[in-house]
């Protein structure tokens, strides 16, 4: 069975500073998705970043990085210049496809960030 | 706008009734999701249908009940209901190609139960 870790439940950053949340898994297969979940105050699940395993390049969207590590199992999320927009619950998830299930997916626990202004 | 549409977005009721949640998936989606976050908690996984089949099951409850109609819509049935089943319902989405991925979600439905 896949699991995902989230070690920081809370983690606070400055206006304008960068913040790195951290994400292990735990997986036996080589093919998978990698995602980062933003939930803001309105609760609305909001997708930030994707990274497909089989590729090396970290994935990247504006101010939203990865650093993908496949042979350790990590993928955190870099934050540069934070906005007070940023403040929300992030969630890293991992996607397998199964030929006859589907998409199946597992969610960390979380991590609470609040930017500072 | 994630293109999945749950139904309603709020609903206050009593212990002990019975209720639904409706979730139209996006076009094209074979798989639809189920899940529930209580308040400051994470998600929890409920239950997953692919193409009207049940393919997964989480910490879902005897009480509770799910279905996929031919037409890919699902509804979410929760009965005798208890205060602690107060929560936000999410349901998603997604892709069923190989090399597709990622959940949609739907805004969810508020669920308060007095």
């Known amino acids: 069975a896949q699991t995902v870790t989230q070690s920081q439940p809370e983690m606070s950053v400055q206006e304008a500073e960068t913040v790195t949340l951290s994400c292990t898994y735990d997986t036996s297969e080589s093919n998978y998705y990698l995602f980062w979940y933003k939930q803001p105050p309105s609760r609305q699940m909001i997708l930030v970043i994707r990274q497909e395993a089989y590729k090396q390049q970290n994935a990247t969207e504006n101010r939203f990085s990865v650093n993908f590590q496949k042979a350790a199992k990590s993928f955190s999320l870099k934050i540069s210049d934070s906005q007070l927009g940023d403040t929300a619950m992030y969630f890293c998830?991992?996607?397998?496809?199964?030929?006859?299930?589907?998409?199946?997916?597992?969610f960390g626990t979380g991590t609470s960030l609040t930017v500072i202004p | 706008d994630s293109g999945v549409t749950q139904t309603p977005k709020h609903l206050i009721t009593a212990t002990g009734q019975r209720v639904t949640l409706r979730c139209s998936p996006r076009s094209g989606d074979l798989s639809v999701y189920w899940y529930q976050q209580s308040l400051d908690q994470g998600l929890q996984f409920l239950i997953q249908y692919y193409n009207g089949e049940e393919r997964a099951k989480g910490n879902i409850l005897e009480r509770f009940s799910a279905q996929q109609f031919p037409d890919l819509h699902s509804e979410l049935n929760l009965s005798s209901l208890e205060l602690g089943d107060s929560a936000l319902y999410f349901c998603a989405s997604s892709p069923s190609g190989v090399n597709t991925g990622e959940l949609f979600f739907g805004e969810g439905s508020r669920l308060t139960v007095l």
């Open positions: 998830a991992f996607m397998k496809h199964f030929q006859n299930t589907g998409n199946q997916f597992y």
